[in-house]
């Protein structure tokens, strides 16, 4: 997967309610919004298990 270039991967921001280090588990709040996208695509049918890429994140007030 590429966070770069024409074929770069789709990139959202979610805040992050939760980690468990020893469960290797990450909760996030995910709001789905009336409208469609690629984000509501994908939240609508993620399910349990499936594999994500994190990637660092913005500190907090960064543009």
Known sequence: MSLTGPNAAIKRSYTIRGF???RGQLSLDIVINRHGG???DWTQSAKMGDTV???GGLAYGSC
């Open 20 to 22: 468990d280090p020893k």
């Open 53 to 55: 890429v994190i990637n």
């Open 38 to 40: 690629s984000a509501t």
